[in-house]
């Protein structure tokens, strides 16, 4: 069976065909996906979100389905609904597009908290329960969700409960010059991003092997000062001025396994404290919240995540 460090560079190599640059963000996707977790993509409108999920879709060989999240979306239109058959005199069960292995939901703070709301047994249980009935979602079973800047017009915050059901929470940042023109010329010469396979995106592992290297994940060993250096980074977050709820006992073991993801797209076999680090403010910038004279005095939360980390002595 493949490794993780012989996969990672198969799967940044097809991504990359279709997004130019990004580095960072395709990390942190690994990451999550590695860990059985779910990511919050955060960015403007154009910087390429949608079209990393779907590469990674196309690179996994996993079934995709995108919804677009609007005010006026109904948690029936992601979950699925029974439908009355007048031939059967009876109702069918009409599954929703949430029953799928890569889950895009396409700007989901443009929806009211019902409807975001109505991931939450999904992304945590792995199924969905309808006229009191569950039912199991496919595996591997990932939400990646996209959401705008909190500052644009038409968004409704995230409740923090959903937010928390997200592993990681990734900034999307422009690309560099670089990396721009790059996009030009591509779509210059014809790049056409509703068409990879135009692009030469294939697949390069299955369903099977995910398992497996999620289970090579899990095996990676932490040492016992590794385990209390997250334990104090986590703790330390409740106990600063500048935020009024710290990260939960969750937070710790979303950092954890972010954290055996991160060691092990790295080469190596278990982790080290610089990954907790580097996996800090991903995992915990969408689990705190920053005292609004905090944010009067122009601090930023991953600022004050910063500030922790760097205060907590680094074992040994």
């Given at each position: 069976?493949?490794?993780?460090?012989?996969?990672?560079?198969?799967l940044?190599?097809?991504?990359?065909?279709?997004?130019?640059?990004?580095?960072?963000?395709?990390?942190?996707?690994?990451?999550?996906?590695?860990?059985?977790?779910?990511?919050l993509?955060?960015?403007?409108?154009?910087?390429?979100?949608?079209?990393?999920?779907?590469?990674?879709?196309?690179?996994?060989?996993?079934?995709?389905?995108r919804?677009?999240?609007?005010?006026?979306?109904?948690?029936?239109?992601?979950?699925?609904?029974?439908?009355?058959?007048?031939?059967?005199?009876?109702?069918?069960?009409?599954?929703?597009?949430?029953?799928?292995?890569?889950?895009?939901?396409?700007?989901i703070?443009?929806?009211?908290?019902?409807t975001?709301?109505?991931?939450?047994?999904?992304?945590?249980?792995?199924?969905?329960?309808?006229?009191?009935?569950?039912?199991?979602?496919?595996?591997?079973?990932?939400?990646?969700?996209?959401?705008?800047?909190?500052?644009f017009?038409?968004?409704?915050?995230?409740p923090?409960?959903?937010?928390?059901r997200?592993?990681l929470?990734?900034l999307?940042?422009?690309?560099?010059?670089?990396?721009?023109?790059?996009?030009?010329?591509?779509?210059?010469?014809?790049?056409r991003?509703?068409?990879?396979?135009?692009?030469?995106v294939?697949s390069v592992?299955s369903?099977?092997?995910?398992?497996?290297?999620?289970?090579?994940?899990a095996?990676?060993?932490v040492?016992?000062?590794?385990?209390?250096?997250?334990?104090?980074?986590?703790?330390?977050?409740?106990?600063?001025?500048?935020?009024?709820?710290?990260?939960?006992?969750?937070?710790?073991?979303?950092?954890?396994?972010?954290?055996?993801?991160?060691?092990?797209l790295?080469?190596?076999?278990?982790v080290?404290?610089?990954?907790?680090?580097?996996?800090?403010?991903?995992?915990?910038?969408?689990?705190?919240?920053?005292?609004p004279?905090?944010?009067?005095?122009?601090?930023?939360?991953?600022?004050?995540?910063?500030?922790?980390?760097?205060?907590?002595?680094?074992?040994?």
């Amino acid at each position: 069976m493949p490794t993780v460090s012989e996969v990672a560079p198969l799967l940044r190599a097809e991504v990359a065909k279709a997004v130019a640059g990004q580095d960072a963000v395709v990390e942190g996707c690994l990451v999550a996906l590695l860990a059985n977790g779910h990511v919050l993509l955060e960015g403007v409108p154009g910087v390429a979100k949608t079209l990393l999920v779907r590469s990674l879709a196309a690179a996994l060989s996993l079934d995709y389905t995108r919804i677009q999240f609007t005010p006026d979306l109904m948690p029936s239109d992601v979950l699925g609904t029974r439908i009355y058959n007048p031939q059967k005199l009876d109702f069918e069960l009409r599954t929703g597009p949430i029953f799928t292995s890569i889950l895009l939901a396409d700007e989901i703070n443009r929806t009211p908290p019902k409807t975001q709301s109505a991931l939450l047994e999904a992304m945590e249980e792995r199924r969905v329960t309808l006229d009191g009935e569950p039912h199991p979602l496919p595996s591997p079973f990932v939400v990646f969700a996209t959401q705008n800047p909190l500052d644009f017009e038409g968004t409704y915050p995230l409740p923090e409960a959903q937010q928390d059901r997200f592993l990681l929470k990734i900034l999307v940042d422009y690309p560099q010059e670089t990396e721009e023109r790059d996009v030009l010329r591509r779509h210059h010469a014809g790049f056409r991003p509703q068409a990879l396979d135009e692009a030469g995106v294939r697949s390069v592992v299955s369903a099977g092997d995910l398992d497996a290297l999620r289970a090579e994940v899990a095996a990676q060993t932490v040492d016992a000062p590794v385990l209390d250096y997250i334990l104090a980074v986590v703790r330390a977050t409740r106990d600063v001025d500048e935020l009024r709820a710290g990260a939960s006992p969750r937070a710790g073991i979303a950092l954890l396994s972010g954290s055996k993801a991160l060691a092990a797209l790295r080469g190596r076999a278990y982790v080290i404290p610089d990954d907790v680090k580097e996996l800090a403010a991903p995992a915990l910038r969408h689990r705190v919240l920053l005292r609004p004279e905090a944010e009067v005095e122009g601090l930023t939360t991953d600022g004050v995540l910063k500030e922790i980390v760097d205060r907590v002595p680094v074992p040994r």
